[in-house]
C-alpha cells in the first residue's frame, strides 16, 4: 500500500512552486497540506460542493477532482492570489459590502468561480450567474446576497 | 484515495504500453471526474492512472465535410463553446452544459463520460442519437464500433484490455434534421438523471418525419436505442398520437430499478414524458 | 445596498447600519482559520472507522494488522476510555447520559447505526491512516434495524437499548424496556369540549424525513494531550465550553485541565454543538504523545452526525364557520436516533403557540431507532411540528372558505396570552407579521398562469438567553477590544461590537471582538437557539456600562472631583462639574483612553450575564409555485419572508438569516431526505443525492424586517436565526395544494411524492 511521491513544478497565483506531492494527493490536498493554501476548503472531496474550486489554466476546477501530479505545468490561482497585497479584488469588495458570507466557508471557492465568469462573461444576468454557480453550494445565506455581490462587481445596480 | 499511481502519455503507442503494463488497475484519466472519485472511495481496484488529455489526438475538435470528430478527452467547456456546435449540434451543448456544474465541465469529457457507462449518463443518449462512431485504439490496432453497441452493462464496456478511446465521430446533419436531449433531475443543476431521453429526427417538406432515432437513458443497464419508438415515428405526420405511440414505445423498453435517485414507476413514466418533449423540440429544431 | 436605518433604529448611531464585519477580510482572502486549517507542529493524522451495519452486537475488534503498518503510531476503541459514569453532562443544547454519549462518539458493545464509530487511528499522514482502517477486523453479530419511529414504538419491536424505559408523564417509568424515550403531554382547556364546538374538524397525518444540517464545513477536532497532563483542544464548534465540559467529564479531567480554543466555523445549524471527534483526538494524543488532527469527509458527516429527527405527526384540528379554532390535538412521534434526545419537546412547545386556542392537547414522543444520533438543527423539532400544524390550519382555511391569512390573525396570539406549554407571551410580533405580510407587494400581486399557487405559513420559535461573556480592554488609541466566547457564524462578532459601540458612543470600526479560548473569557454558551446577538449583546452592553462607569471614575480621579459628579454621556463624552473658572469640564472617550496609562493604568470593562428570559420571534412567509404536473417537479417562482427580529442590529446579517432559513426551509420542504434501503443503509450519503438548494434552485428571496423592540433586552434584540426556517414547508405545501389541488402529507414533496399523491397513485 506504500505510495510514493513525486515533483511537481507549477505556477501558483503567479509564483513558481516545486513540491513534494505524495502521488495519492489531490491538488486540494496538495494546496492544502503540502503548501498551506488552506483559504481553499474541502466540503465533499469528490465534486460536489464546489468549496474547492480553483482557476487552473484559464478554467474553473475542483481541485478536489485533481490529481497534484495532472499538475505540472499548470497555472493556478486560488483566493489567496485574488488581492493585489492589500487591495482586495471588487469581487471581494463586492462579497464584504453585500454581506455575502456568512460562515465563509463556501466564500473562497465562490469568488474563484465568480472570478472566472466575470472576465469571460463581464456583464452577466441574473440566470448565467445563479447557473454558473450552481455546482458551488452555500448553506447560509439562500445565495441572495451572493448574487448581489456578484452584481454589483459586475457593475450592475444592486437593489 | 486508492494508492494509486499516475503517469502522462504523450501518444496513443505510451498509453497503449502504460495501460498494458498497468494490468487490470490501469485505468485512462481523463477528465477524472469519475475516476478520481471512485479510487478516492475504493468503490474499484485502481492502481495507475494513464493521463490521456495530452495524447494531441485526444484533444480538440474538428469539423469537415464528412461531419464532426471530437477527441475523446476534450472537456465538455471546449465543446459547447464551439460555434459549429452550437449550430450543428445543439444536442450536444444540451447534455455537455448539463453535466455537474462549470468547475465539472471545465474538465469532464464526451470520452469519459461514455468509458464510464453509467446507465444514467448525459452524453450517451445524445451520442445515440446522431449515430456517433466510437474510435478505439489498442494493442492489436485500432476499431470503430457505433455507439449504441459500446456499453454492455453498469460501468461496462467493449474496451478490451489495452484498449482506449481516441474520437468520437459524427456523420454531418442532414438538411431538415433536429435534435434534443433532456433530462430529469430534482433540482436544477448538479443532480444525476433519473431519466433522461435524446431524439433526433428529420423531416419533410410536409412535416412528416423522414427519419428519426430515440434514446433514453437510467431505465436499463445501459442506455437504450429504441427502435420502436423511431419506428412509430417515420413516415407519420408529428400528430399528438403519433407523439404518444413513440413515447408509449419508450414506456416500454424502459425497465428501471427502483433506487434513491427514482422508482421504477416514475422512471417508466419520465421515459415516456422525456420522449415526447424532446420529439417535440427536436421538431421545433429541425423546422 | 440598502443603508438607511429603519425608523426603530434612527434613535441609534451604530445599531441598524450595516458596517463591514470584523472578520471579513480574513473571510474573503483565504486566511481564515477554519479548524481543519490547523496545522502543529509534529501533528498526526487521524481517521475513523465506521460501522457498515445499522444494528448489530461487536463481537469483537482486532486492531493488531493496523497497528502494524507502518506509519501508524495509535489505534484506539470504547475500551481504551476511561469508564464513563452513568450521569448526565451539560452538552450545550441540554443534558445527556455521559456513557450514551461516549457511546455516540465510539461504539462500546453495540453499533446501533450506519457509521457508528467502532476505531480510530493516527498516522503520520492521512493516506496511510485510511490504509489502516483496511486493515482493522470487527466480526459483528447482525440485529435487525429498526428504522422507522411507528414500528419502533411497537411492543415487540427490537430494542436499541435494554436498559431504557419510557418515562412517562408523571415522571415513572415504564416497566418493560422500550424505544420510546419518553412521554410529554401539553394541555389547556377541554379538548373534547372544544371540538364538539367546532363545525369543521379536519385531521391529517404527516410523515417527514430526516433532513441534514449540511453545513459545507466536516467536522474536525484537534488535540495535544500535553506531558504535564492538560489537553488543548481546537475544533470548528458551536460551544467551545460545551466541549470542554464534555471532553473534560469523558476523560475524566477537571474542566481547568482541558482548554479549548474555537477555530473558525463553516456552519453549524445546531449541528456542530455535539462533540464526535473530539475525544477520540484526545485519546490519540495521549497514547502518541502528539497533536493529532481528525476530521471527517463528507459521507461521515451525513452517516454519523447531526440530522433533525423524521417524524410521523397526527394534527386535528377543529374550527366554526367564523374561522374560530375552538380546538387542536397534536401527536408528535419524533425519532430521536440511536440515543434518546430528539426535539420533539420544543416541537410540542411551538406546535401551536402563534394561536390562541382555548382547547389544545399535544402530545410528544422521544423514540430511538438505528440511525444517527439527532442533533438540534435550527429551530430544532418545529419545522417538523410547525408543518404538520400550520399545514391543517391552511386547509381549515381552505375548507372554510377564508383567507389564510385573515384566518390567521382573527385566531392569533398576543400579549398576555398563554401557550399550552404554559409560555406568557409579552410584547411580540406576531399581529405584526402577519398584517405585514397582508400589506406586502407579494401578498397584494395577483398570481396568473396555470399550474401556479399561493401559499402562506407561519412560524414561531421561542429563543432561548443564557450565559455569555464579554471583556472589554481600552486602549490607548481610544479603541476596544472585545473578547467573546461565541463562535461566529454569521457575523454575530459584527452585531456584538456593534451593541458595545452603540453603549460606549463610539464608532463600530472602533472595536475589535475576538473570539478566544476557555481560559480567555468567561463561560459562553453556544452559538445556537438564536441566542448570541441577545445574550452576547446583552453582555457586550453591561461590559460597555462597566467601562462608562470606570472612564467617569477616572476622570473623577484626574479632576479631582466627586465620582457623582460625572457622567458618561451617550455622546463619548465624560462630563464633570464646571471648574473654579466656570469653565466645563470634559474629555472625549478617546482624549481619556489617552490619559489611562499615565492616570493609573489601563481599563478592562467585564460581564457575564446570564439570562433566562429571551424574545420570542415569529415570522410569516409567502410563496408562489410552479408545479410540473408531468415530473412532479415544483418550481420556486418568488418568496417573502416577513419576521419580527425586534430590533436589527445588523440589517443585513438579519437578512441573511431569513434568507438562509428560507433555503434550508424550502430544501426541506422539496428534496432533502435521509434516503435508507431496509437494511439501513443511507442511500444518499453525498451532496450529489443529498440534494440541498443550489443557486439555480431558488429565487431571490425578498425580505422584510418587522421590529417589534423586546423590552427584555437594552436593546430589544430577539435573536432572528431560528425561526425562518419554519414556514417554508408548509408555505410550499399549501402553494402546491394551490396550484395542483394536491394536499401533500409528506416532507419531502419530492417530484416522486408528488407524482405518487397524482399521475401514478399510491403504492
Ligand atoms: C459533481 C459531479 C456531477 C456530475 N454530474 C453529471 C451529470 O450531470 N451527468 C453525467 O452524465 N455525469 C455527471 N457526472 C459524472 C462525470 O462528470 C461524467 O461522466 C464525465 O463526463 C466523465 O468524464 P471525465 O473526462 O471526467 O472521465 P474520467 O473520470 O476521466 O473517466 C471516466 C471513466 O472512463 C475511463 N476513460 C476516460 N476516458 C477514456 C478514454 N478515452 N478511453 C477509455 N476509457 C476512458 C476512465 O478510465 C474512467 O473509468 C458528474 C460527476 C460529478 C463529480
Ligand atoms: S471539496 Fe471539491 S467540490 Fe467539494
Ligand atoms: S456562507 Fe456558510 S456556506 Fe456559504
Known amino acids: 500500500m506504500a505510495s510514493e511521491h513525486v515533483v511537481v513544478n507549477c505556477t501558483i497565483n503567479g509564483e513558481n512552486q516545486v513540491f513534494l506531492a505524495n502521488e495519492r494527493d489531490s491538488l486540494l490536498e496538495a494546496l492544502r497540506d503540502r503548501i498551506g493554501l488552506t483559504g481553499v476548503k474541502e466540503g465533499c472531496n469528490n465534486g460536489n460542493c464546489g468549496a474547492c474550486c480553483v482557476n487552473m489554466d484559464g478554467r474553473i476546477v475542483n481541485s478536489c477532482l485533481v490529481m497534484a501530479a495532472e499538475c505540472e505545468g499548470a497555472q493556478i490561482r486560488t483566493v489567496e492570489g485574488l488581492a493585489d497585497g492589500d487591495q482586495l479584488s471588487p469581487l471581494q469588495n463586492a462579497f464584504l459590502e453585500q454581506a455575502a458570507l456568512q460562515c465563509g466557508i463556501c466564500t473562497p471557492g465562490f469568488l474563484v468561480a465568480a472570478e472566472a465568469l466575470l472576465e469571460q462573461n463581464p456583464d452577466p444576468t441574473e440566470h448565467e450567474i445563479r447557473y454558473w454557480l450552481a455546482g458551488n453550494l452555500c448553506r447560509c445565506t439562500g445565495y441572495d446576497k451572493i448574487i448581489k455581490a456578484v452584481q454589483q462587481a459586475a457593475g450592475q445596480s444592486v437593489v | 484515495m486508492q494508492a494509486v499511481k499516475y503517469a502522462r502519455a504523450s501518444s496513443v503507442e505510451e498509453a497503449i504500453s502504460l495501460l498494458q503494463e498497468g494490468g487490470d488497475g490501469a485505468r485512462p484519466l481523463a477528465g477524472g471526474t469519475d475516476v478520481i472519485v471512485q479510487a478516492r472511495e475504493r468503490t474499484r481496484d485502481i492502481s495507475l492512472f494513464v493521463d490521456i488529455k495530452h495524447i494531441p489526438e485526444l484533444i480538440g475538435i474538428d469539423h469537415s465535410a464528412d461531419g464532426l470528430t471530437i477527441g475523446a478527452a476534450t472537456p465538455c467547456y471546449q465543446i459547447y463553446g464551439d460555434d459549429k456546435i452550437q449550430s450543428d449540434y445543439p444536442i450536444l451543448v444540451d447534455s455537455c452544459s448539463l453535466i455537474g456544474g462549470t468547475a465539472i465541465q471545465g474538465r469532464a469529457s464526451l470520452g469519459g463520460n461514455l468509458c464510464n457507462s453509467s446507465p444514467a449518463a448525459d452524453g450517451i443518449p445524445s ?87 430515440v434514446s433514453i437513458g437510467a431505465v436499463a443497464p445501459t442506455p437504450l436505442l429504441v427502435a420502436d419508438a423511431a419506428a412509430a415515428l417515420i413516415g407519420q405526420p408529428l400528430s399528438e398520437q403519433t407523439i404518444a405511440a413513440a413515447a408509449d414505445a419508450s414506456r416500454a423498453a424502459a425497465n428501471p430499478i427502483t433506487d434513491m435517485r427514482g422508482s421504477i414507476r416514475q422512471r417508466v413514466h419520465l421515459a415516456g414524458v422525456l420522449t415526447e418533449r424532446t420529439i417535440r423540440q427536436a421538431a421545433e429544431r429541425a423546422a | ?347 410540542a412547545m411551538c406546535s401551536l403557540a402563534p394561536y390562541d386556542i382555548p382547547n389544545q392537547k399535544i402530545d410528544g414522543y422521544d423514540v430511538v431507532v438505528n440511525k444517527p444520533k439527532t442533533a438540534a438543527y435550527r429551530a430544532p423539532g418545529a419545522p417538523q411540528a410547525e408543518f404538520a400544524t400550520e399545514s391543517v390550519l391552511n386547509e381549515l382555511a381552505e375548507e372554510l372558505g377564508l383567507d389564510p391569512l385573515e384566518m390567521r390573525l382573527s385566531n392569533a396570539s398576543v400579549e398576555g396570552n398563554t401557550t399550552a406549554a404554559g409560555m406568557p407571551f409579552g410584547v411580540i410580533g406576531n399581529v405584526d407579521c402577519m398584517t405585514a405580510a397582508q400589506q406586502s407587494p407579494h401578498w397584494q400581486s395577483e398570481l396568473e398562469g396555470p399550474d401556479r399557487g399561493r401559499g402562506v405559513a407561519q412560524g414561531f420559535w421561542f429563543n432561548i438567553g443564557f450565559e455569555s461573556s464579554a471583556y472589554g480592554q481600552v486602549n490607548g488609541d481610544g479603541q476596544v477590544s472585545l473578547v467573546l466566547g461565541s463562535t461566529d457564524i454569521g457575523g454575530t462578532r459584527a452585531s456584538i461590537a456593534m451593541q458595545l459601540a452603540e453603549t460606549l458612543g463610539i464608532a463600530a470600526e472602533d472595536v475589535h471582538p475576538q473570539v478566544v479560548d476557555t481560559a480567555s473569557v468567561g463561560f459562553t454558551q453556544v452559538t445556537g437557539g438564536s441566542r448570541t446577538t441577545f445574550a452576547g449583546g446583552w453582555a457586550a452592553y453591561e461590559c460597555a456600562m462597566d467601562i462608562r462607569n470606570q472612564m467617569a471614575q477616572r476622570a473623577a480621579q484626574i479632576w479631582e472631583v466627586d465620582e457623582d459628579t460625572v457622567e458618561y454621556g451617550d455622546d463619548a463624552i465624560i462630563r464633570g462639574p464646571a471648574d473654579e473658572d466656570g469653565n466645563p469640564r470634559e474629555i472625549s472617550f478617546k482624549d481619556l483612553a489617552a490619559q489611562l496609562p499615565t492616570s493609573g493604568g489601563h481599563i478592562v470593562g467585564r460581564a457575564d450575564v446570564n439570562k433566562t428570559s429571551s424574545g420570542p420571534a415569529f415570522a410569516t412567509h409567502i410563496v408562489d409555485v410552479e408545479v410540473d404536473r408531468d415530473t412532479g417537479k415544483v418550481e420556486i417562482l418568488r418568496y417573502t419572508a416577513v419576521q419580527d427580529a425586534g430590533t436589527a442590529i445588523h440589517p443585513a446579517y438579519v437578512e441573511g438569516q431569513m434568507q438562509g432559513g428560507v433555503a434550508q426551509g424550502v430544501g426541506m420542504a422539496l428534496n432533502e431526505e435521509y434516503y435508507y434501503d431496509e437494511s439501513g443503509d443511507l442511500k444518499n450519503a453525498s451532496l450529489l443525492d443529498y440534494r440541498m438548494p443550489t443557486a439555480l434552485d431558488l429565487p431571490m428571496i425578498e425580505t422584510n424586517i418587522v421590529e417589534v423592540p423586546n423590552p427584555g433586552h437594552p436593546y430589544g434584540v430577539r435573536g432572528v436565526g431560528e425561526v425562518p426556517i419554519i414556514p417554508p414547508a408548509p408555505a410550499v405545501r399549501a402553494a402546491i395544494a394551490n396550484a395542483i389541488g394536491v394536499h401533500m402529507t409528506e416532507l419531502p414533496m419530492s417530484p416522486r411524492a408528488i407524482l405518487e399523491a397524482t399521475t401514478l397513485g399510491g403504492d
Open chain 2, 127 to 213: 451520442l445515440i442519437v446522431l449515430e456517433a462512431q466510437v474510435e478505439i485504439a489498442g494493442p492489436n490496432g485500432r476499431r470503430s464500433v457505433p455507439v449504441e453497441d459500446f456499453c454492455t452493462a453498469p460501468g461496462r464496456n467493449v474496451l478490451a484490455a489495452g484498449e482506449f478511446v481516441t474520437k468520437l465521430t459524427f456523420p454531418a446533419p442532414a438538411g431538415g434534421s433536429g435534435a434534443r436531449f433532456l433530462r430529469f433531475i430534482p433540482r436544477n443543476e448538479m443532480d444525476i438523471a433519473v431519466t433522461n431521453a435524446a431524439t433526433q429526427l428529420r423531416l419533410n417538406g410536409d412535416g412528416s418525419v423522414a427519419w428519426a432515432r
Open chain 3, 1 to 347: 445596498m440598502v443603508t438607511a436605518q429603519s425608523p426603530e433604529t434612527e434613535q441609534y448611531n451604530v445599531i441598524g447600519t450595516r458596517p463591514i464585519r470584523p472578520d471579513g477580510v480574513d473571510k474573503v482572502t483565504g486566511a481564515a482559520q477554519y479548524g481543519a486549517d490547523l496545522q502543529l507542529p509534529g501533528m498526526l493524522a487521524g481517521r475513523v472507522l465506521r460501522s457498515p451495519h445499522a444494528h448489530a452486537n461487536i463481537k469483537s475488534i482486532d486492531t493488531s494488522k493496523a497497528e502494524a503498518l507502518d506509519g501508524v503510531l495509535a489505534v484506539v476503541v470504547n475500551a481504551d476510555f476511561p469508564r464513563a459514569a452513568d450521569k448526565d453532562v451539560d452538552t450545550g443544547e441540554g443534558s445527556a447520559n455521559l456513557k450514551w454519549v461516549l457511546d455516540n462518539v465510539i461504539a462500546s458493545d453495540k453499533v446501533l447505526y450506519k457509521g457508528h464509530a467502532v476505531a480510530a487511528v493516527a498516522a503520520t499522514d492521512h493516506h496511510i491512516a485510511e490504509d489502516a482502517l483496511e486493515l482493522i477486523e470487527v466480526e459483528y453479530d447482525l440485529l435487525t434495524p429498526v428504522l422507522d419511529v411507528r414500528d419502533a414504538m411497537v411492543d415487540g419491536s427490537p430494542l436499541l437499548h435494554d436498559s431504557l424505559h419510557t418515562s412517562e408523564l408523571d415522571g415513572s417509568k415504564s416497566d418493560s424496556p422500550s424505544n420510546t424515550a419518553s412521554h410529554l403531554q401539553f394541555t389547556k382547556g377541554e379538548i373534547d369540549a372544544g371540538f364538539d364546538e367546532a363545525d369543521v374538524v379536519i385531521e391529517r397525518e404527516f410523515e417527514t424525513s430526516m433532513a441534514h444540517q449540511g453545513y459545507i464545513e466536516t467536522h474536525n477536532g484537534t488535540a495535544y494531550w500535553r506531558a504535564d497532563g492538560t489537553l488543548d483542544i481546537y475544533t470548528s464548534t458551536q460551544g467551545a465550553f460545551p466541549v470542554r465540559d464534555q471532553v473534560s467529564a469523558l476523560m475524566q479531567l477537571s474542566q481547568s485541565q482541558v482548554k479549548v480554543t474555537p477555530m473558525e466555523i463553516g456552519g453549524g445549524f445546531g449541528g456542530k454543538i455535539p462533540v464526535y471527534l473530539e475525544p477520540l483526538a484526545a485519546l490519540l494524543s495521549q497514547k502518541t504523545g502528539r497533536p493529532v488532527k481528525l476530521t471527517m469527509n463528507r459521507e461521515e458527516v451525513l452517516l454519523a452526525t447531526g440530522p433533525t429527527s423524521g417524524t410521523y405527526m397526527r394534527v386535528r384540528m377543529g374550527a366554526k364557520r367564523d374561522g374560530t379554532i375552538t380546538a387542536a390535538e397534536v401527536h408528535l412521534a419524533f425519532e430521536a436516533g440511536a440515543y434518546p434526545g430528539s426535539p420533539v419537546g420544543a416541537g
